[in-house]
Each structure stands twice: as structure tokens, then as C-alpha cells.
């Protein structure tokens, strides 16, 4: 007789085991299906985690060759070991997937090895490398399969000198020149590595703008923060061709987004970083009869339940942002529901951060959709330039920014460049969690000096005005 579970997850990523975890916490009988040999998706293997042991590692490499001198500290310049610094990527990866095998045997989850698909509501088929298929009887089965890099028409991937981001985390070198393509998040981080590691990096972007989508005042500004780190741009341009000479090295061909004189640039490596899209393939969806969207993506109801009963979706494979903290709450909700309770995800509350140096971090609207929606909104802005506790640590580049609602007060988005941006996000997402008030922020004592005072002063903006500007 076949295995019966209360839910199978197929996937394994931040969503997957995430929404497995607390389902087994709340008493359902649970499995998950995973084709590769490790647990943790693409985040923790070859995405998100690995990615910032490298953007750590380079920012200390940085900070050794041009940052300590001024703060009294002599040493010889630094020399890179890019294979102990790719061992410690390894390292943090495979404490992390071994943590999530913890996880799992702690809460009693049942894994089974191979590629997952849904014949029919009810069953999941697991197909191992090899062996025989073993068909899994569960109440409830959600798809958590996540995302892949997309490419463009014409350009082939071989993850060695045209890469993805998969590729860019592993070079057994540090190219002479590296050309990105695509100024999104994972282009740009993947690029600040290498910068800083001595690479000339030129990043090639479609639109006239880079992180699209992010506030355009935050993204102008940023921009020329990265350029006075070294790095090149080509905006409003596209990529039509990537060609290998004989010996190995890169012919690209750019040429401008509304069409003329191409021209060709050299280069060591080329990162296709164009975004993502939804891993949905050999799940079988069609004959199990789930509806999907015009961009392959899994169509849900407020529920994450899909077109069939008893098959959901979360993460990447379904609309929205795709984060790996997106995916986690929606798991989380998901597995709520499955159990009786109320779960659920605020959209409007979900942050996200480019883990560069300086970093930039958002929650909510961005200046330009409140304009478009016509909110009567206003703006407080505080400059790092203007806070003691960055003075300290040279670390002055950036600001806050804060969007509240002119009316009510109501703090409605915020954005921050600088040094742990993505740290100190969190209090005004827990703000806007809450539908608090700038007034709220600018009465709420702060620990001096800190950087989060920045924080506090840009909601005095919003008020009386900052005190220290």
C-alpha cells in the first residue's frame, strides 16, 4: 500500500521546508520531495546564501586594501586566496542545508529522493536518478518548485564563461572583464564581487534605469554610488549576440535598446542576470488538469489553492515578488490553512535589500507608484552624511527615506542606502505591519549613536523636522 500523508511539499526551497516545518508543528503527517542531493533549493545552494558568504568576504577584502589606513590601521595589501574564500562559501552552504536535514528529522518530516510530479489530485510521483518511481497517497500536495534564471533568445549558457548567477558563484578566477546583463539585484550583487576582487565590470541594462522597480530617486542615487566604486554602465541598451573567439574570450555585442549602430566589447566572462522565471516543468500540471497564468506561474486564490482541490502553490511559481522571505510566509500561511487556522501574508509589508556595499533596503510603496496613484503623500529624507555613528565607521554614503500619507500620517513606504540597510528595514516594516504613524517612529527612543537613528530622524522629518540636519 502506498505512503499517506496529510501534505507532500514538491520542493524543498525556503517555501517548501519552511511551510513544511510548520505544518508538522501543527500535527500534519508531512513529506517532501527533492530531486537534488542537498536540501534548501536554490537559496541556501546556489542562490542567496552562498552569495552573501562571497559579498562579505569581498567587502572585508575591499575594506583590508583601502578602508583601514584611515582608521590607524597599517597593514600590507591584501592578497586574495580565491579558493579558501569559495571554501568558505562552501562551508556556509553546507552548514545551512545540513541544518534544514536537522529540521526535518527533528520534526519528523519524511524526504524522498527525486524528481517530483502530479498525476492526479492526491498522488505525487517520485522519480529517483535511478530505481524505480514510488507513487505518495497524501490529503494535500503544494508546489514550492521555485524559479530559474531566464536567458535571452540566442545566447548559450555553458556556466563557465557565459554564466548565471549559479556559474558567477563558482569562477576558478577573477575574470579581467566581466559584462553583465541585467542591472536587477542579482546582477549587481554578483557584480560588487567581482569589482571588488579586482575584476573591470560593465553592466549592460535594457531600460533606461537600473533596479527596475525600486524607487527611481534610491536607484539614480545608488547608481552613481557604484559608479564611483568603478563600475560601468550601458543603460537603455541591449545585448543581441554573445560569440567565444578561438581562444576562448567573449565578442559581446550591445546595441541600443530602440535600435542602431551596435558595438562589440570584449570580455572574460559574461552573467546573463535578466531575472527569473518559475520552475513549473515535468510536474505534470496539464493533465492534472492546474490552471496556469501567461507567465507560467501557477494560478491561485487568496487560499494558494490552485484550479484542482487539494493542490496549492506558493513562492516563485505563483505571482508576486520572488523573495525567499516571500516564500517562507507564504508557507507558513499555507500550512495554517491546511491545519484550520487563519493564515496569512500582507503583501504591502514584505521588504527587500540589495546586499551591495552600501546595501538598499525597501518596504512598500516607492515614490514613484505613489505619484501614479495620485496619494497625497510626503517625504522625509535623512543623509547618513548627518549621523555620528556612520561618521565612526566611514560608512556616510546613503540616506532614509520615509513616504507617509499627508492625511493620516500613516507611513505608507520606506527606503534605505546604506551600510545594513537590510537590518534596519525591519523596524518600519514592523511599523507598517502595524499601520503606524510616522509620529510613532519619531516618538520611539533610539540607542545612540546607531545608524538606526537615521531611521528616527527621517520620521522627525516628516513632523516638526530632523534635529540633527
Known amino acids: 500500500m502506498a505512503d499517506q500523508f496529510d501534505l507532500v511539499v514538491i520542493g524543498s526551497g525556503p517555501g517548501g521546508y519552511v511551510g513544511a516545518i510548520r505544518a508538522a508543528q501543527l500535527g500534519l503527517k508531512v513529506a517532501v520531495v527533492e530531486k537534488w542531493p542537498t536540501l534548501g533549493g536554490t537559496c541556501l545552494n546556489i542562490g542567496c546564501i ?3 558568504a562571497l559579498l562579505h568576504a569581498s567587502e572585508l ?10 582608521l590607524g590601521i597599517d597593514i600590507p595589501a591584501p592578497v586574495l586566496n580565491l579558493q579558501q574564500m569559495l571554501a568558505h562559501k562552501s562551508d556556509v552552504v553546507a552548514s545551512n542545508v545540513g541544518g534544514v536535514d536537522y529540521l526535518f528529522k527533528k520534526n519528523k518530516i519524511t524526504v524522498f529522493r527525486g524528481t517530483g510530479s502530479i498525476p492526479a489530485a492526491g498522488k505525487v510521483l517520485v522519480t529517483p536518478q535511478s530505481g524505480a518511481a514510488q507513487e505518495i497517497e497524501t490529503k494535500n500536495i503544494v508546489i514550492a518548485t521555485g524559479s530559474v534564471s531566464a536567458n535571452l533568445p ?14 558567477a558563484l563558482s569562477l576558478d578566477k577573477v575574470p579581467g572583464h566581466l559584462l553583465v546583463i541585467g542591472a536587477g539585484v542579482i546582477g549587481l550583487e554578483l557584480g560588487s564581487v567581482w569589482l571588488r576582487l579586482g575584476a573591470k565590470v560593465t553592466v549592460v541594462e535594457y531600460l533606461d534605469r537600473i533596479l527596475p522597480g525600486m524607487d527611481s530617486e534610491v536607484a539614480r542615487q545608488f547608481q552613481r554610488m557604484l559608479q564611483k566604486q568603478g563600475m560601468e ?12 573567439d578561438a581562444g576562448g574570450a567573449l565578442k559581446v555585442q550591445v546595441e541600443p535598446a530602440k535600435g542602431g549602430q551596435a558595438e562589440v566589447i570584449d570580455a572574460d566572462i559574461a552573467l546573463v542576470a535578466i531575472g527569473r522565471k518559475p520552475f513549473t516543468e515535468g510536474l505534470g500540471l496539464e493533465g492534472a488538469g492546474v490552471a496556469l497564468d501567461e507567465r507560467g506561474r501557477v494560478k491561485v486564490d487568496g487560499h494558494y489553492k490552485s ?11 505563483i505571482a508576486g515578488p520572488m523573495l525567499a522571505h516571500k516564500a517562507e510566509d507564504e508557507g507558513i500561511a499555507v500550512a495554517e490553512i491546511l491545519a484550520g487556522q ?25 515614490e514613484d507608484e505613489l505619484k501614479a496613484d495620485g496619494v497625497n503623500y510626503k517625504i522625509g529624507k535623512f543623509p547618513f552624511t548627518a549621523n555620528g555613528r556612520a561618521k565612526a565607521m566611514l560608512a ?11 492625511e493620516t500620517d500613516r507611513v505608507l513606504g520606506a527606503h534605505i542606502v546604506g551600510k545594513n540597510a537590510g537590518e534596519m528595514i525591519h523596524e518600519l516594516v514592523t511599523l507598517m505591519e502595524f499601520s503606524g504613524a510616522a509620529e510613532d517612529l519619531a516618538r520611539t527612543t ?5 545608524l538606526s537613528e537615521a531611521v528616527r530622524e527621517a520620521a522627525l522629518a516628516l513632523g516638526d523636522g530632523a534635529i540633527h540636519i
Open 307 to 317: 484550479s484542482v482541490d487539494g493542490i496549492y502553490a506558493i513562492g516563485d511559481v
Open 233 to 244: 554602465f550601458k543603460l537603455s541598451s541591449k545585448v543581441s549576440g554573445v560569440q567565444k
Open 61 to 70: 577584502f575591499e575594506e583590508a586594501g583601502h578602508g583601514f589606513k584611515q
Open 446 to 450: 533610539h540607542a545612540h549613536p546607531t
Open 396 to 406: 556616510t554614503q546613503g540616506f532614509v527615506k520615509i513616504l507617509a500619507d499627508v
Open 50 to 52: 552562498p552569495s552573501k
Open 342 to 366: 487563519a493564515g496569512h501574508v500582507n503583501y504591502a509589508a514584505i521588504p527587500s535589500v540589495v546586499y551591495t556595499n552600501p546595501e538598499v533596503a525597501s518596504v512598500g510603496k516607492t
Open 154 to 167: 540566442g545566447i548559450d549558457i555553458d556556466e563557465k564563461t557565459v554564466v548565471t548567477s549559479t556559474g
